[in-house]
């Protein structure tokens, strides 16, 4: 398969089956070159399982695969000069200092990015002369990443890139990961932070039980899932909810003097309301919140494991 | 901490994505060992490092030796005696050394294998196999840095035994014909830790097993005592002991007493070609299997 405008990652009715247990199970999906690509899922899901595959790290049972136009399980030189990997676990060679470690996977690469800037990247500027074993495992997850993206690859795999990282380092890593997307890499990402995604990612796919469940932007599975926005607000005094339901002409939820009202398009039943209340009742915390990444996540996962 | 935002969008790296297809040629036979060369070189300085960072991990090749050297020479070594032409205490000092070095080809089995079980249980050898290098390379990298290890062994002994009257009777050539026979067989023997390495899941289930082989070879030899004095069946097991011929080999090549030189078996006949013999064998079955062993990691 050519690359020219042709997905990065191509994955067409992919199976993993151990045992005769399917943990993947007819997955296809295809990256374009360029993008970011979250990759979501409960755990079990066979997330893992298919990056591993992807990564060219676990045979698969059955399905075409195609990693930057290469079959992953048939990897070539040239191919893994272009991939960078983030691994969920790698434990490091604790003996080692960041720098030495860092430039022992740089010489390996035909053209890799400088070691103290992919070093200073990763941010662990102030330990690059810190043996690995003495690093805090945020510190050496930042190692994982510089070791990911030191061979300036055009691909990059990160399984779960900051988990144990503080909120500070998270934002960190996410401007390194825009400023990766920014020089034109690819990215499939997996994570199990809603947020991460929904702050990086062009597009997701979500996958339970071995198999998707949906594919598309952060806008496009919250439209097709049809998930409700809600309008909170305290309950005015001497007004009741059955009050609140006559005017918006809707079912109203009631806890603790907060009023919920679900609604697919909260615009016109916020008209109505403001227009009842305008001069009379004051709506204390009147706020309109949208479905959140991990509101459809869930939707997406709970709702049909109770089918399942 | 700092958010490292500006030094990437400084980067002028070029985006190589439409323009580097991954399919390119297959490098020329040259190029490709050169690069074998290359790549095993920067693994073994990677394993060396190591080392240079946690020097009491040499304690193997340092304080060993030198244990093993007095521990023979004026324990064991008082109460026994070549007989004949060999008696004597001067001159089992001059049997011994060649003896222990014939010891440290079979030890660099338990050196290889703790070291290779040390680096799969860290996950350090799997995630190599994401990168754009040989595997042969990574498996070629643990057993050249062991054998470095093994010259500073030697060196080790060899000094320990010039301060206790062993000597050099020969040339530098002999000298050195003999380092490089024990040399050899250590590293085809390392090929063989390798694979011990990857079989077992720990660091001591390796160590045991390594021992369970170390005793008999290192032990049931000329290393320490001539042969003629036990039962007949040992004898033909330690005579066509590669052990026994790497100890008999140094012997000749030193000079120094070899009594196996009137035994009527073809190892001790030949003991230099013997040795090569097996080191030729060993790396043949070995390395195959370990790059095998290796490969078949990525399988499951």
Redesign the interface.
Known sequence: MD??GNA?IRVRNLHKAYGGHDAVHGVSFDVA??EVFGFLGPNGAGKTTTIEIL?????RTAGDVRV???DPGKP????????G?V?Q?????????VR?TVG??A?????P?RVD?TI????L?DQAGS?VGALSGGQKRRVDVA?GIV??P?LIFLDEPTTGFDP??R??AW??I???R?????IFLTTHYMDEVQHLADRIAILRAGELVAVGSVDEIGAGLQADAVIRFRLPGGITADDVGAVVARPVELADDIVRIRCPDPQPVLYRLTTWAEGTHRLDGLEVLRPTLEDMFLALTTARAEHG | ?????A???T?T?P????T?????PA?GPGGGLARLAR?TW?LTR?SL??IR??PETLSDVTIQPVMFTLLFAYVFGSAINLGGPFGGTAAYHEYLIAGLFGLTVIGTLAGTAVGMTA?M????I??F?????SRSAVLAGRTVSDLVTNVLGLAVTAATGLAIGWRIHTGPVDALAALGLVLLLSYAVSWAGVCMGMVFRSAEAAQQAAFIIFLPLGFVSNAFVPTSGMPGWLQAFANWNPVSAVAASCRNLFGNPNPASSIDAWPMQHPEAYTVLWAIGVVAVFAPVAVYLYRRR???
């Open positions: 690359l020219n990065a070159p360029g990564e060219g790290y676990r045979a930057l136009g290469v070539t030189r040239r191919w893994r000069e272009r991939i990997l691994l676990e790698c434990e490091l060679d604790p003996n080692l200092t030495e022992l996977f010489s390996f690469y035909p053209s990015l800037e200073e990247l990763s941010g500027g043996r070791l061979g300036d055009d500070s380092a934002r960190g401007a390194m825009d400023g990766l920014r020089l034109g890499k690819t | 901490m700092t958010p490292p935002t030094p990437i969008a980067t790296a985006v190589r994505f439409a580097n297809p991954a399919t390119g490098p790549e920067i990677r490092t190591r960072n946690e680096d249980e860290t996950g350090l799997d995630r196999r994401s990168l754009p290098i990525a399988r499951s």
